[in-house]
């Protein structure tokens, strides 16, 4: 398992929005933060090849606003998010350091025929 960590200090001198296409009105749109990009399809083979993944995605629950809104889409290409700014924005005090820490597995199981 591959553990992601990140965190963000808000030195601008003032409190900082932080949001998604969809808190700026774009219906539906909410992806943000760590973001998962796979091949064209969740149930499809990768481009190119026959190989097959299978990828888990766990949110930490101290990480603000837990459990989060997940984006998550097939069309076009797959894609899997935990986005805490999903719908509503975070706001990252003055000042404040915003933490965010994931688990992410991946499985890559044999080439299918």
Known sequence: MLTLETEMTNVSGA??????PTTKGRENAGYCGLL????QSFTGRHDGSTDRSLV?????????DHPPR???RTEEFACLNPAPFF???????NSATTRFR???????PEAVP
């Open 56 to 64: 888990l995605v766990v949110d930490d629950r101290d990480n603000p």
């Open 70 to 72: 997940w984006f998550a």
């Open 87 to 93: 719908s509503r924005e975070l706001t990252a005090e």
């Open 102 to 108: 994931y688990g992410v597995i991946e499985d890559h």
């Open 36 to 39: 998962w990009r796979g091949p």
């Open 15 to 20: 409190d900082v929005a932080i949001g998604s």
